[in-house]
């Protein structure tokens, strides 16, 4: 399956693509993501599919998050 490209900076890293893809079954090269736009969130998120399955993937990233936040995670 074709990786759906995004323009959205927030989409899920390579590592969450991994983990996602393990959940899945299947190779991140298999998996199928896509951007998650709208709403207010300080994490990295996606939906990630494979077959007729999808997960919805969230990951913190300190980069994204105030420092002030970040410590506490």
């Given at each position: ?27 991140s ?39 002030d ?5």
């Open positions: 399956m074709e990786q759906l490209k995004s323009d959205s900076d927030n989409t899920i890293s390579s590592i969450g693509l991994n983990a996602a893809a393990e959940e899945l079954s299947c190779s090269s298999k998996a199928q993501v896509m951007a998650i736009n709208g709403g207010y969130s300080r994490n990295r998120r996606s939906l990630v599919g494979y077959g007729d399955k999808w997960i919805f993937a969230k990951e913190v990233d300190h980069l994204l998050i105030p420092s936040v970040a410590a506490w995670c």
